[in-house]
């Protein structure tokens, strides 16, 4: 394959590869900045279902601008290559990161999903549906920013779908039921699989595996979701809820839009949402349908209203009979007494005493500004709250004292790290080419704000400057070692000079000697160099006579 695609994209290396094309990072000689060049690969470049795939991938995002979507810079096609440019992401896929951690907390994971399910309610608004959301399309920036990607058989609203006879298209892992049953690609289906995107990051693997594709998509057309919570029982119910319902086999009852589950997504962790019941699918829908219903589900809201009517006239007869002294004395109601700022033991042996104990299922453990670890927090029935004996109240315990996130972007890293270790930190650095000046902290994974307990390690990435490569001309070779000398000064480049003898040169080359003129540099002219006060360019030239190699040095070194 050529070195420059399009006259323009100087291939540095090789990155990634699919069924249809290979990825390669480039270096656009006239924006001066890194790209991500996707190449059809040579063998599908007359099959015009291939063809086609690679285009409309292109056309669909090209016009689509949103921040957690890849963009697309140049389309094109050289004459031996069909290529696309696109935003090189430095950072990981999704799947590689959840290799990696493993299950992700559910805080961490709700702040993914906002940034996808925005992602895709930009192509929907634009009619266009993915297809093939899964985790290896997902890219995450090493500032923790989230872009969709591989828009590769993508579709617009509408379109004919460009696939071989009975070919399935997206992987089967994330695949919706009905694609399994060969209808059409919807924007529910998209929604299904961003719904078992969820259900990886909170579990650390897709819900159903197999030996085949057929055993997986059997399980996802006949088989239950398993539940997160019996997974991780720490994970909210409300945010369980909405991979219920994104995930639902019926695309009936999946969320009708992506924005719907966004707004679940934006409000899941607020307080009004922390005893949300579990959703259950019956036949005319969840039982906690909270959208506007129309025809049917008009006339089962209407049943509903019977049932809470007749079920108040009950309630307001008992209130009578319990005025009236019916029920006098047929149960004993006690006092929650205070407990806050005990220790669990403390309180369940307080409680035990009045004959009312702890959910112990329900024991919500957070880092405070002031309580000490393994102390009560807070108390719900509230302190003072009269409760029949026997029940069960729910704590919230202490787990420690929080330190707050300091603002580490523009410091030395150097220093960065010691302030960090000394929080028990384990710290990841990544150097990024920038114009800032070297060692800058230009950005770190834990934002300045954020509440994390310096008594336990915590981890965390910190980006910082280093300097930006340049490409070195090509036309440095056969030039005088003086004016190459001069040219590197010029532009501020450290250098070394290496002589060639005259007597190692074979015969032909013997005969085109040209001395004290270059003969080649490392790095290699054309490719990416790194200035620096450690990295110099090596200058090979002719010399006559001289004795094997010797090493001049330079007057800049």
Not at 62 to 77: E, Q, R, T
Not at 364 to 382: A, F, G, H, Q, Y
Not at 390 to 409: E, L
Not at 528 to 556: H, K, L, M, Q, R
Request: some cysteine.
């Amino acid at each position: 394959m050529n070195k420059t695609i399009g006259n323009r994209y100087q291939i540095i290396s090789h990155i990634g590869k699919g069924g249809m094309a290979d990825v390669y990072l480039a270096y656009d000689v006239i924006l001066k900045r890194e790209v991500a060049v996707k190449i059809l690969k040579s063998d599908l470049a007359d099959d015009k279902v291939s063809l086609e795939r690679f285009s409309r991938e292109a056309g669909a995002i090209a016009n689509l601008s949103h921040p957690n979507i890849v963009d697309v810079y140049d389309v094109g096609d050289d004459g031996e290559n069909h290529y696309i440019v696109m935003e090189y992401i430095k950072g990981y896929a999704l799947k590689q990161l959840i290799k990696k951690r493993g299950a992700i907390p559910y805080k961490e994971s709700v702040w993914m999903m906002k940034q996808l399910s925005g992602a895709l309610m930009e192509a929907h608004k634009n009619e266009i549906i993915h297809r093939d959301i899964k985790s290896q399309n997902v890219l995450i920036k090493h500032d923790g920013t989230v872009k969709l990607s591989d828009f590769g058989i993508a579709i617009a609203n509408g379109d004919i779908e460009i696939t071989s006879k009975d070919s399935v298209i997206g992987s089967v892992h994330y695949l919706a039921p009905e694609l399994s049953k060969g209808k059409q690609a919807s924007m529910q289906s998209d929604i299904y699989s961003l719904g078992i995107v969820f259900y990886e990051l909170l579990t650390g693997d897709v819900p159903f595996t197999g030996d085949n594709a057929i055993q997986v998509a059997l399980k996802h057309i006949k088989e239950t979701i398993p539940s997160v919570r019996s997974i991780n029982p720490d994970i909210p119910q409300s945010v369980e809820n909405i991979i219920i319902r994104a995930t639902c086999k019926n695309p009936k009852y999946r969320y009708r839009n992506i924005s719907l589950m966004l707004k679940d997504l934006n409000e899941c962790l607020n307080d009004d949402h922390l005893y949300d019941k579990k959703l259950v699918l019956t036949s005319d829908g969840f039982i906690d349908e909270k959208e506007t219903k129309t025809g049917n589900e008009r006339n089962f809201s209407n049943k509903i209203l019977i049932v809470v009517l007749s079920l108040l006239s009950v309630i307001l007869l008992l209130l009578i009979m319990t005025v009236s002294g019916v029920f006098r004395n047929r149960t004993q109601n006690v006092t929650v007494p205070d407990i806050v700022d005990k220790t669990i033991q403390e309180a369940r042996d307080e409680l035990a005493v009045l004959g009312i104990e702890i959910d112990e299922s329900r024991i919500e453990w957070i880092l405070t500004d002031s309580v000490e670890k393994n102390r009560i927090v807070s108390v719900v029935p509230e302190v003072g709250s009269t409760v029949e004996k026997g029940s069960k109240i729910k704590v919230t315990v202490s787990d420690g004292v929080y330190s707050i996130m300091g603002n580490y972007v523009g410091m030395d890293y150097n220093t960065a790290q010691d302030t960090l270790k000394s929080l028990n930190f384990r710290i990841k650095l990544v150097g990024v080419q920038s114009t800032s000046v070297p060692g800058t902290v230009l950005s770190q994974s834990v934002a300045p704000g954020d509440k994390f307990d310096s008594s336990v390690n915590n981890d965390i990435t910190l980006e910082y400057a280093v300097e930006e490569s340049v490409i070195l001309d090509s036309s440095v070779s056969g030039m005088d070692i003086s004016e190459a000398a001069s040219y590197f000064e010029q532009l501020g480049y450290n250098y070394k000079l290496v002589a060639v003898a005259q007597y190692s040169l074979s015969t032909d080359e013997q005969n085109n000697f040209k001395p004290y003129t270059v003969v080649k540099t490392d790095p290699a002219l054309g490719s990416a160099f790194i200035p620096g006060d450690d990295n110099y360019i090596t200058i090979y030239f002719y010399e006559p006579d001289s004795s094997p190699v010797d090493t001049i040095p330079a007057d800049n070194q």
